[in-house]
């Protein structure tokens, strides 16, 4: 089974509004990393946030996490349509020995 | 060179053919990995591949077949596959023996079996 799952699994804004996606998982980590993909290509890694950390700030992205809820959001701020993408967050598994990718969300900025 | 580079980009191939898809990296990263991914589905772990050597099969259909010649670059043979198998595979690969740093990801094989 998938370790992540999101919500919402689809998005549609406003250029300019604020994005905000969710993920929860189920077992312990020592990361969870959110990636987008673009049209069913390559995915690209977007922030990495360790287990101890609870904030993590990049550029017009903000991560958080909540070990104590096996959950992470993403908010994405000032969205423009290149934003427009799948958005999918990971996590290094119950071992910590591979990455497994959450359900993921379709964010659509419409401008 | 910070690229995860997969030919080709495209296949199209018949269930009796044997086909191979190739991945090369030259970013001194140790760990490589395939992934397979339906439409409107996110990426499934296929195989890890830790310092050239198979650590990972997640129960992987033996007509998918990995390979890794050397540190840059990775094959996936196939052979005998089934329509629904058609999917776009990813390779990716990492700075450290697992997931504790970002994974750079190709862009793909999109491969229809008919």
């Known amino acids: 089974s998938q370790q992540g799952e999101e919500d919402p699994q689809a998005l549609s804004i406003q250029e300019g509004e604020n994005a905000t996606m969710n993920c929860s998982y189920k077992?312990?980590?020592?990361?969870l990393q959110w990636y987008r993909q673009n049209s069913g290509r390559g995915l690209v890694h977007l922030i990495l946030?360790?287990?101890?950390?609870r904030e993590k700030h990049s550029g017009r992205l903000r991560v958080t996490l909540d070990t104590s809820k096996k959950s992470s959001s993403l908010l994405i701020t000032a969205s423009r349509a290149a934003d427009t993408a799948s958005y999918f967050c990971?996590?290094?598994?119950?071992?910590?020995?591979?990455?497994?990718f959450g359900a993921g969300t379709i964010l659509r900025v419409k401008s | 060179d910070t690229e995860v580079t997969q030919t080709p980009k495209h296949l199209v191939m018949g269930m009796t053919n044997k086909k191979s898809l190739k991945c090369e990296q030259h970013m001194g990263h140790r760990a490589m990995y395939w992934y397979k991914q339906k439409a409107k589905k996110p990426p499934e772990l296929m195989f890890v591949y830790s310092y050239e050597k198979l650590s990972i099969n997640e129960s992987v259909p033996s007509r998918f077949s990995p390979e890794c010649p050397n540190s840059s670059l990775l094959n996936l043979h196939l052979h005998a596959l089934q329509p629904e198998d058609s999917a776009l595979y990813l390779c990716?690969?990492?700075?450290?023996?697992?997931?504790?740093?970002?994974?750079?990801f190709g862009s793909g094989t999109r491969l229809t079996v008919v």
């Open positions: 946030i360790r287990s101890n950390e």
């Open positions: 990971a996590t290094d598994g119950e071992y910590g020995n591979k990455l497994v």
């Open positions: 077992t312990s980590i020592n990361n």
């Open positions: 990716a690969s990492s700075q450290e023996g697992g997931p504790l740093s970002g994974y750079t």
